[in-house]
C-alpha cells in the first residue's frame, strides 16, 4: 500500500506520550495490555471528532482480541453509527486441574485471568461495549457464551484467523508435492510456553510405539524445561527442537508431517491450525478455544477435563493417524477441503459484514466523500 495506497484509505494517527510508553514497555508483558487500555481510553476524543465530522456507514473494532479491554468506538454507538466488535477472544479458559503442572509463575497468571473472567459481568465498560455494539463476533464458543452475557444482542462465532488466497494455493500444493517419508513425522509449531501446551505434547508422543518423531518449531522460556523432561521420558533422540525457523522452512518441515500437535490450553485463535489443514495435515489438539473449534471434521479435538484425560486422548488420536492409513487419508482431505470458505479472507469478511446487515460496498467504504 506504501507504493500505490487505496484512494478511499484515510489513515489517522494517535498515540500516548513518549515517556508513559517508555513506562509501559519496562513492564513487559502486562505493560503492553495496560498500554492499550488506556490508549483506548485516551483516544476516544479523536474517536468522537471523526464520526462528527462525516458520515461513516460502519465502524469496526478489529484489534486486541480481548472482549474484558475499553473499546472506544462505543462512542459510534452513541453517534448512531452501526459498531461491530470483533472478531475478539479472551472467554477461553483451561480448567484448574491443569495449573499445577504449568509451573508456580504460569499457575498464578492463570488464576488472575480466572478471577478477571469471574468479574468479567461487572465490568461497566465491557457491558457497555457489549451494549453498544449492532454485532459481536466470537473468535471462539466460549467466548460467545461471555459476549452473551454481558449483554450482546447478537453475537456469531467467526474465527479471527484468516489467509490470503495465494498462501492458500502455496500451502496446499505444498501438501501435495512434498514427500512424507519415514519414520512419522508430528509437528508442534508455537512458542514454547506454559499455556501452549507443549509439556502435554511431551508427555502424548511418550506413550506412542513403533517408528515416528516429534519436531517441535519454536522457542520460549519453556525450552530448557521441555529438553530436561524429554531426556527424563527417555525419547530426546526422537525430539527435534529447531528453534525458530524461516516461514517457508517451517512450511515445508509441516507439508512433511503426518499431523499437527498442538494442545494449547486456551488459544482464541491458531495460524498454525489453519497454515496445517490448508496443507492437507490434520491437527491434534485439545477441545478447547481457538483450534479445537478449527479443527471440525478434518481434526481431532480430545476431551480435556483433566492433564491425565488430555494425554490420553492426545496419544491415542496420534496413535490412529500413525498405524490407520485410512483414517489418516480421510482426515487429510477434510482437513484440506474447502479451505477458503473456511480459512479464506473474502469468505470471512463477507460473513461478519452479512450478519451486521451491511454490505460489501459499505464494508469497502463508498460513501459520498469515500469513507
Not at 517451517?250 to 498454525?272: N, V, Y
Amino acid at each position: 500500500m506504501a507504493g500505490a495506497p487505496p484512494p478511499r484509505l484515510h489513515v489517522h494517527y494517535y498515540d500516548l506520550p513518549s515517556w508513559l510508553d517508555a513506562c509501559f514497555r519496562r513492564l513487559g508483558g502486562p505493560g503492553k495490555r495496560l498500554r492499550y487500555c488506556l490508549w483506548q481510553v485516551a483516544v476516544k476524543g479523536r474517536v468522537r471528532s471523526l464520526l462528527s465530522a462525516a458520515r461513516f456507514d460502519a465502524a469496526h473494532h478489529v484489534t486486541f482480541a480481548q472482549f474484558w479491554s475499553p473499546c472506544a468506538l462505543t462512542e459510534a454507538a452513541r453517534l448512531g453509527v452501526p459498531f461491530i466488535w470483533g472478531p475478539v477472544g479472551g472467554g477461553e479458559i483451561e480448567p484448574a486441574a491443569f495449573w499445577p503442572g504449568m509451573g508456580g509463575r504460569a499457575a498464578l497468571w492463570e488464576a488472575a485471568r480466572w478471577l478477571l473472567h469471574r468479574a468479567s459481568p461487572w465490568l461497566p465498560w465491557a457491558r457497555a461495549t457489549a451494549a453498544g455494539c449492532r454485532l459481536a463476533v466470537a473468535a471462539t464458543p466460549e467466548t460467545a457464551e461471555r459476549l452473551v452475557r454481558l449483554g450482546a444482542r447478537r453475537v456469531i462465532v467467526r474465527s479471527q484467523v484468516a489467509l490470503e488466497a495465494d498462501r492458500l494455493a502455496m500451502l496446499a500444493s505444498l501438501g501435495e508435492t512434498v514427500p512424507k517419508p519415514a519414520p512419522a513425522r508430528l509437528i508442534y509449531l508455537g512458542d514454547l510456553r506454559p499455556h501452549k501446551g507443549a509439556r502435554l505434547a511431551l508427555e502424548a508422543v511418550a506413550g506412542l510405539s513403533g517408528d515416528w518423531r516429534l519436531d517441535i518449531v519454536g522457542d520460549g522460556p519453556d525450552r530448557g524445561w521441555l529438553e530436561n523432561r524429554a531426556a527424563r521420558l527417555g525419547i530426546a533422540g526422537r525430539i527435534i527442537f529447531h528453534g525458530r525457523l524461516p516461514q517457508e522452512e517451517a512450511w515445508r518441515l509441516m507439508a512433511a508431517g503426518r499431523a499437527l500437535l498442538l494442545p494449547a490450553l486456551h488459544d482464541s485463535g491458531g495460524f498454525a491450525v489453519a497454515e496445517a489443514m490448508a496443507a492437507g495435515l490434520p491437527p491434534v489438539c485439545l477441545a478447547l478455544g481457538g483450534p479445537g473449534a478449527m479443527a471440525g471434521e478434518g481434526g481431532i479435538a480430545v476431551p480435556a477435563r483433566e492433564p491425565a484425560e488430555a494425554v490420553r486422548g492426545l496419544t491415542q488420536g496420534l496413535r490412529s493417524l500413525i498405524e490407520e492409513p485410512a483414517r489418516w487419508q480421510a482426515l487429510s482431505r477434510r482437513a484440506g477441503g474447502n479451505a477458503g470458505n473456511r480459512f479464506g479472507w473474502p469468505a470471512a469478511v463477507e460473513a461478519v459484514y452479512a450478519a451486521a446487515g451491511l454490505t460489501m460496498e459499505q464494508a469497502g467504504g463508498t460513501t459520498e466523500d469515500g469513507r
